[in-house]
């Protein structure tokens, strides 16, 4: 409990981005200058740690951080420089469109095949891969559906109370024993794993730290609330079928009833979700704002680019 | 949400996919099995695929074929 108000420690740096962010956080150093930003790779360990821990002062902070910080004008120019060096470079990475429709149907449909991770995880993968994967998704899961709460002020009527909906499941629909950072918490026990918030954040790669960023990015600023709402129907639709197939992982391995229950649920939510985030968020953003429609393409078409990366990544490390 | 006059429980019906029905719900199904759910909105599977029977599990989206264009072979 001490530890958890205190917050999780600083973690390494990856750079002299990083470097100068942890430095001037800890009260023992000088902020790099925002200009560096520009020079950095956008998806690189030392650009996407740097946003990170910039973001996470808007979360649970850091042990011997001041709070005050989190507002702090300085360092809120250089998040602001390590935000536009990542966000442009998506923009030009990820294809704008206005289809929505074809975007959305194409997460609509599954492969009898597929060759991601949780296809190698239902097939082939071991302890020790469960254990990896669930390492690196431990820097979203155990804060999960924080980044999107902030998305709420910004939207109304049917929009609004269709993403309040799904929030409210998502933290446990009043229930604190069934909040889903909780339950994975639950799987990360019966995996032999450190359940405490922060943890494994020296261990998060680059692409991990990158789909962490994105949603604080779409989250925290209003004029990005498209691209959040489109951020969070591709977590949603895509859900189902991939938490079926680590489900499967789970119980081949004999993960144990907590790692299992943490997919299983998945399942059967995010097939709710769904439906949900389709007909009253975005249907209902569109109704309010129809020029939403490119920026909710935008949200969905960067999280698959960004999602790929870090599937890439992680059969990379595998050699699979 | 209690089910009264005013406030009569909402279901909704889409052209493929499960049936949406505010939770709390109890369904007997055909075999005499009760499943219940608290959950705001349910999704019943209508298209009889599912290997979580009565909810819904996504089974009814459209499987594509290797070589087939999708984005979601990935995940
Ligand atoms: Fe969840
Ligand atoms: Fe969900």
């Known amino acids: 409990m001490t530890r958890h108000r205190a917050g999780p420690p600083l973690p390494r740096a990856r750079g002299e981005l990083s470097a100068g962010v942890i430095a001037f956080l800890r009260d023992d150093g000088a902020l790099p200058d925002p200009g560096a930003a520009r020079d950095a790779d956008p998806y690189g360990d030392d650009l996407q740690l740097a946003l990170y821990v910039c973001y996470e002062l808007h979360y649970r902070g850091f042990a011997g951080v001041r709070p005050e910080l989190e507002w702090d004008p300085p360092l809120l120019t250089v998040r602001g420089a390590l935000e536009d060096r990542f966000l442009t470079a998506l923009r030009h990475d990820v294809p704008a469109t206005d289809e929505l429709d074809g975007v959305l149907e194409g997460l609509l449909v599954e492969p009898i095949r597929g060759s991601g991770v949780s296809w190698f995880l239902q097939d082939l993968g071991e302890l020790r891969h469960l254990r990896e994967y669930a390492i690196q998704r431990s820097l979203y899961h155990l804060k999960e559906a924080d980044p999107h709460a902030w998305v709420l002020p910004r939207l109304s009527g049917r929009a609004k109370a269709g993403m309040a909906a799904i929030e409210y499941d998502e933290f446990g629909a009043g229930r604190a024993d069934r909040v889903h950072a909780g339950l994975f918490a639950g799987l990360m026990s019966d995996l032999g794993l450190d359940t405490a918030y922060g943890r494994y954040l020296d261990q998060g790669c680059a692409p991990m730290l990158a789909l962490v960023n994105v949603m604080s990015l779409f989250g925290l600023h209003r004029r990005l609330r498209g691209a959040l709402v489109g951020h969070f129907a591709a977590v949603e639709i895509t859900s189902s079928p991939g938490s079926r197939r680590l489900a499967h992982a789970m119980k081949r391995n004999g993960a144990g009833p907590a790692a299992e229950f943490f997919y299983t649920e998945h399942v059967e939510a995010d097939a709710v979700h769904e439906q949900v985030v389709r007909r009253d968020v975005i249907g209902g953003l569109l109704d309010d704002e129809p020029a939403m429609a490119t920026d909710i393409a935008f949200g969905i078409t960067a999280t698959s680019y960004l999602e790929e990366r870090l599937g890439d990544r992680m059969l990379a490390d595998w050699k699979v | ?75």
């Open chain 2, 1 to 75: 949400m209690p089910n009264s006059s005013e406030h009569p429980c909402r279901i909704t019906i889409g052209d493929d996919g499960p049936l949406l029905v505010e939770g709390p719900v109890e369904v007997t199904c055909a075999d005499g099995t009760v499943a219940v759910s608290d959950r705001f909105v349910v999704a019943l599977c209508m298209c009889r695929r599912s290997r979580m029977y009565p909810w819904c599990d996504t089974s009814h989206r459209r499987r594509t074929q290797p070589g087939e264009k999708s984005r979601r072979d990935t995940g």
